[in-house]
């Protein structure tokens, strides 16, 4: 059971959120509205063009431009980020603003039922960095049985989950306690781990989830059913 006592440091942070606030303000020069690079430098062709530079093409842009034979040019079509992107707390801030495409789902049979014409909102990141930039700073792949679907039923031939693991591990370095590595990356290029920062809720979380009779796993591991840590 919950003790009352461990809800108190919910209180909001006013200071902290006025302060990081003020340091978004002070880097308004990287909005991507007003920021921009020169483009004289440019090549007119290229052996490779990206477009799209969140996770998945800053990676795949390293690892080609590692060969100093090739030239490779990485398109996006937002700024950079700015000092509240770094801050996890203050995604929520750039949600239908100019980091974010602002889209929306299609309408949904069983989900969004609150939402105006069953559509719910699906920000994704307009910035360098993509949506990694925007959404609280958590890597989560996506579930395996969507990735078998993907394969079985709609004929994504090598989309399996079993297909695309290698590739998740190959990008990643997780340095985080406890790893399996038949899951997790240990050499890539993008860093992986938990955050630093373990308040009492988190223990409140986990603990009402065993309650529940959920197993506390890593929801990038063998098993992603529990509860998790991020």
């Given amino acids: 059971m919950v003790r009352p006592a461990y809800m108190t440091f919910l209180a909001p942070k006013w200071p902290v959120l006025l302060i990081a606030s003020a340091l978004s303000l002070l880097h308004l020069e990287n909005c991507p509205k007003i920021f921009s690079l020169n483009t004289w430098r440019l090549r007119r062709e290229y052996d490779y063009i990206i477009v799209g530079g969140g996770t998945a093409g800053c990676v795949l842009a390293n690892?080609?431009?590692a060969d100093p034979r090739l030239s490779v040019l990485l398109i996006e079509a937002g700024g950079v980020e700015n000092a509240a992107t770094e801050i996890p707390l203050l995604a929520m801030i750039h949600f239908h603003g100019p980091f974010d495409w602002d889209y929306k789902t299609v309408p949904q049979k069983y989900?969004?039922?609150a939402m105006e014409?069953?559509?719910c909102n699906w920000a994704r990141g307009k910035v360098l960095g993509g949506s990694s930039t925007i959404n609280f700073q958590m890597h989560v792949r996506g579930n395996r049985r969507d990735f078998d679907l993907w394969e079985t039923q709609y004929g994504a031939f090598n989309w399996s989950y079993r297909n695309v693991l290698p590739y998740f591990k190959k990008y990643e370095r997780y340095m985080g306690p406890n790893p399996d590595f038949r899951f997790r990356g240990r050499t890539g290029k993008v860093p992986v781990t938990l955050s630093v920062t373990q308040t009492k809720l988190v223990s409140v979380f986990l603990e009402a989830g065993r309650?529940?009779?959920y197993g506390v796993t890593d929801?990038?591991?063998p098993e992603q059913m529990g509860f998790s840590r991020t």
């Fill in 111 to 113: 989900g969004c039922r």
């Fill in 211 to 213: 309650q529940l009779g």
């Fill in 63 to 65: 690892r080609l431009s």
């Fill in 117 to 119: 014409g069953n559509r």
């Fill in 219 to 221: 929801y990038n591991g």
